[in-house]
């Protein structure tokens, strides 16, 4: 079945430091791929989207690119900063009969320090 | 515009008992998705439902299950808790059933002791 694999956390970086987060998926057809950011104590937010192979998401500085050939979608910034403190959840869309839904990695826990 | 709301935020119950969560989606949406997010994994999906009915199941046990009203707002139920089934439960919601783009609400974190 489809699914969702991340780079294991927690990762620690420093303000201004380069951030990469890992994922890879395995699917069926041509899925949407999603970043979702939750902090902590609250639900998920969603940070980015990808609908199709090539597309590039970003939003608030982050970035992600929908790789077909490499069935990944890697989550970047240039410059984190303390606020962005939080577990990322990269997930992709599985359509059935009448219905849709999302299938999510199992986080990864992004911590930035002063 | 509000986003998705749960009730209750937080609820402590025993085991054997049984628990009704609560869900208001974002107006103009349709479509309930309930997700279970056990602490340190990612979230399962539990079901779908779009105008008023079931449109989708995950691998969870009959104990589950959930309705929609016409108003689109939704209830998931559990019975006979489990001490596995403390976990943050997520609603989320989307204009249409096949739609996959969802917004999800803050959360019931469900203690079962």
């Known amino acids: 079945g489809n699914s969702v694999t991340q780079m294991e956390g927690p990762v620690t970086l420093s303000e201004e430091a380069f951030l990469t987060i890992n994922c890879t998926y395995t699917a069926t057809g041509y899925p949407s791929l999603f970043w979702y950011v939750q902090y902590p104590g609250e639900g998920l937010q969603l940070l980015l989207k990808?609908?199709?192979?090539?597309d590039k998401g970003s939003n608030k500085g982050f970035e992600a690119t929908y790789r077909k050939e490499t069935t990944s979608f890697h989550l970047e910034k240039g410059s984190v900063q303390v606020s962005d403190s939080a577990v990322y959840f990269c997930a992709l869309s599985e359509t059935y009969n009448q219905g849709g839904k999302l299938i999510f990695g199992q986080g990864t826990e992004l911590s930035v320090k002063p | 515009d509000a986003g998705v709301t749960q009730s209750p935020t937080h609820l402590i119950k025993t085991r054997g008992q049984q628990v009704t969560l609560r869900c208001s989606p974002i107006s103009g949406h349709k479509s309930v998705s309930w997700y279970q997010q056990v602490l340190g994994q990612g979230p399962q999906f539990i079901f779908q439902y779009y105008e008023k009915e079931e449109r989708g199941r995950g691998n969870f046990p009959d104990r589950f299950s959930a309705r929609q009203f016409p108003n689109y707002s939704s209830e998931l139920n559990v019975n006979a808790l489990l001490l596995g089934d403390s976990a943050l439960y997520l609603c989320?919601?989307?204009?249409?059933?096949?739609?996959?783009?969802?917004?999800f609400g803050p959360g019931t974190r469900l203690t079962v002791t």
């Open positions: 990808a609908t199709k192979a090539d």
């Open positions: 989320a919601s989307s204009r249409g059933v096949s739609e996959t783009e969802q917004y």
